[in-house]
């Protein structure tokens, strides 16, 4: 029979190491909640995009770079949820509202982002885009482009576990 | 436009610039042509159809108008008719075009007819994005003043009658260049138009600049710009659920021929539960002989369930020509099934309206698509 310090031992043991996975799980959960706004590794002038530019980037309202470089921001389809969140952190507008505006701006010549598929899409087209601006979970970021924002969902908005993650390493 | 050389001259005017255009959309895209990897979007109503290879995005809005106004016949007009063209060159251009076929068809109980149909150039212009937050604009334009006359299409707009606050002391459009963006003060963002015009040497098209565009208006007063030189800021706070603009407009009249200042501000509130907004004018003449003109109104918007809106309009404006008081009561609901279409019903009444905009029902159709 072990003893009563031995039986201490282990149960001490057991609350260390589940401790350390829910912190874990609780690091990996909010990871997921985050949002990487990236554009091409080549695009060496865009080192960070503010949160006011980023938002007027996606609204078309900023169409240039300080430099005079195009900006080409793309979108996720309508009913991704990545998109959904990245509307509400970034931009600060419903998908209805967004709706109604880009209506609006429809009247006025302007059209809204271009939409790609997948995530992979958008870092395939952002990597070899100059000016190409896009949004995916942090996972899928890689050598060939670079976060200049870190967006953080509130916990309302926490996005759920991506499946769809490449199998490589986080960056 | 009686004298015939007049006429010959003004259609050539319009050959030349649709050739220039008609070149300007067909030919190939520049050196940002659409990539590859640049799929076609599925249709959506609202936003156009897009083809990737030519940049280019094809659109319009559509809108079936009905009256019933007193001591006017009631009728059915298929009111507008607009073709939006948009094409990309290279990162920098954007060429625009609206070209609208007006008043297609009207009937009425005794007959219908077509001899009030018109087709104009309503806007076309060029856009060269030269730096953050500036962009420059070349052509025939709305006129910056106010929220309604930048985005007045029937299905994106509240009621089937416009304010006569919007139309009346101003031209709708201008021709000539435009500075325009976007910049942020302090963590808002600031919306600007600055312009200069000189429709005498630029105008293209007939005008159809009408002072008072609403049914049953008997006036015929035209507010065409000679020249004019102004602009426009739009302050937008609280995550663009407030907005508040200003204008200024110094500009003459080709008839009567006067020089005016315009003043103008303007709101726009959305709430959860209710929406306002409202603009307002005031007009002075060089000559003290011509009266100022001047007034304004606010509007509610109310969400009900199903996709149905209730709106109420309060107006009232003091006309120069001729000088008086008009007050306008209008109360509506309108139905928006899905984005870029809206269904219309409308009461309007008032005070010393008749001339301007008579009382009775207004109803319509309309779709962006």
């Given at each position: 029979m072990p003893s009563t310090f031995t039986r201490w031992l282990v149960v001490l043991g057991v609350l260390v190491v589940a401790g350390t996975g829910a912190r874990c799980a609780m690091a990996a959960q909010a990871g997921e909640s985050r949002i990487a706004v990236i554009v091409s590794s080549r695009d060496h002038g865009v080192q960070t995009v503010?949160?006011?530019?980023?938002?007027?980037?996606?609204?078309?309202?900023?169409?240039?770079?300080?430099?005079?470089?195009?900006?080409?921001?793309?979108?996720?389809?309508?009913?991704?949820?990545?998109?959904?969140?990245?509307?509400?952190?970034?931009?600060?507008?419903?998908?209805?509202?967004?709706?109604?505006?880009?209506?609006?701006?429809?009247?006025?010549?302007?059209?809204?982002?271009?939409?790609?598929?997948?995530?992979?899409?958008?870092?395939?087209?952002?990597?070899?885009?100059?000016?190409?601006?896009?949004?995916?979970?942090?996972?899928?970021?890689?050598?060939?482009?670079?976060?200049?924002?870190?967006?953080?969902?509130?916990?309302?908005?926490?996005l759920p576990p991506a499946a769809a993650c490449p199998r490589r390493p986080v960056r | 436009?009686?004298?015939?050389?007049?006429?010959?001259?003004?259609?050539?005017?319009?050959?030349?610039?649709?050739?220039?255009?008609?070149?300007?959309?067909?030919?190939?895209?520049?050196?940002?042509?659409?990539?590859?990897?640049?799929?076609?979007?599925?249709?959506?109503?609202?936003?156009?159809?897009?083809?990737?290879?030519?940049?280019?995005?094809?659109?319009?809005?559509?809108?079936?108008?009905?009256?019933?106004?007193?001591?006017?016949?009631?009728?059915?007009?298929?009111?507008?008719?607009?073709?939006?063209?948009?094409?990309?060159?290279?990162?920098?251009?954007?060429?625009?075009?609206?070209?609208?076929?007006?008043?297609?068809?009207?009937?009425?109980?005794?007959?219908?007819?077509?001899?009030?149909?018109?087709?104009?150039?309503?806007?076309?212009?060029?856009?060269?994005?030269?730096?953050?937050?500036?962009?420059?604009?070349?052509?025939?334009?709305?006129?910056?003043?106010?929220?309604?006359?930048?985005?007045?299409?029937?299905?994106?707009?509240?009621?089937?009658?416009?304010?006569?606050?919007?139309?009346?002391?101003?031209?709708?459009?201008?021709?000539?260049?435009m500075l325009y963006g976007t910049v942020n003060l302090r963590q808002n963002d600031l919306d600007y138009w600055l312009f200069a015009d000189d429709s005498k040497a630029l105008a293209f098209t007939r005008s159809h600049n009408l002072a008072f565009t609403d049914y049953g208006a008997s006036s015929t007063l035209r507010n065409d710009f000679q020249h004019a030189v102004g602009g426009q800021f739009l302050y937008h706070m609280l995550d663009d659920r407030l907005s508040l603009g200003a204008s200024y407009v110094r500009y003459a009249l080709k008839t009567p021929r006067q020089q005016y200042r315009l003043t103008g501000i303007d709101f726009g509130w959305s709430g959860r539960r209710v929406e306002f907004s409202g603009e307002g004018i005031w007009r002075t003449a060089d000559s003290p002989q011509v009266p100022d003109e001047y007034g304004g109104y606010v509007q509610a918007v109310v969400p009900l369930p199903r996709h149905l809106y209730a709106v109420a309009r309060y107006e009232r404006y003091r006309n120069s020509l001729p000088s008086q008081w008009v007050t306008l009561r209008t109360f509506g609901i309108d139905y928006r099934p899905e984005s870029g279409m809206s269904l219309k019903l409308e009461y309007r009444e008032g005070n010393n309206n008749a001339a301007l905009a008579p009382n009775g029902v207004l109803a319509s159709i309309g779709v962006l698509f």
């Open positions: 503010d949160p006011g530019t980023l938002r007027n980037i996606y609204l078309k309202k900023v169409f240039v770079d300080p430099h005079g470089h195009a900006y080409i921001p793309v979108n996720l389809p309508p009913e991704s949820r990545l998109r959904q969140a990245f509307s509400r952190a970034a931009i600060g507008m419903s998908e209805r509202r967004l709706q109604n505006y880009w209506n609006q701006q429809y009247f006025q010549g302007v059209s809204p982002p271009f939409v790609l598929g997948s995530e992979a899409a958008v870092v395939e087209f952002v990597a070899k885009t100059p000016g190409a601006i896009g949004y995916v979970e942090p996972c899928f970021v890689t050598a060939d482009v670079h976060a200049v924002q870190m967006l953080t969902l509130p916990a309302a908005a926490s | 436009m009686s004298n015939p050389r007049r006429r010959y001259r003004h259609y050539a005017d319009l050959l030349v610039w649709g050739l220039a255009a008609v070149l300007a959309w067909i030919l190939p895209a520049g050196a940002a042509a659409a990539d590859e990897s640049w799929q076609a979007q599925p249709y959506q109503l609202g936003q156009g159809l897009y083809f990737p290879q030519q940049s280019l995005r094809v659109g319009g809005y559509a809108d079936i108008h009905f009256y019933s106004l007193d001591k006017h016949r009631a009728a059915l007009s298929v009111e507008d008719l607009s073709l939006f063209l948009s094409r990309d060159i290279g990162t920098h251009w954007k060429l625009f075009s609206e070209t609208e076929l007006g008043d297609a068809l009207v009937i009425d109980s005794q007959h219908a007819t077509t001899k009030d149909a018109n087709i104009d150039v309503e806007r076309l212009y060029a856009d060269y994005h030269t730096r953050s937050g500036i962009t420059l604009r070349f052509g025939k334009f709305l006129t910056p003043v106010g929220q309604w006359n930048l985005v007045h299409a029937d299905p994106l707009v509240w009621t089937v009658s416009r304010p006569l606050t919007t139309t009346g002391s101003f031209s709708r459009h201008a021709s000539g260049a």
